[in-house]
């Protein structure tokens, strides 16, 4: 091994550089509230409903 080290130090430095930067990576936690989310919509529906009918339509009608 020091024969390896004498030889090469500046590939082990590089090794335990790298070695260090693999242990500083950051980590992203995503997180979900306790409690879903709502909405609360009031809504009013009002309908007003017109019917016309022509002089035909309404005889046809009475005569029956």
Known sequence: MKKL????PHFFM???S???LAGCT???QLDTPKEGITINMNVVVDHN???TMDEKAKAAIENK
């Open 26 to 28: 950051p980590t992203i």
């Open 14 to 16: 590089a090794l335990f």
């Open 5 to 8: 080290l004498k030889n090469r």
């Open 49 to 51: 409903i017109h019917v």
């Open 18 to 20: 790298l070695n260090l």
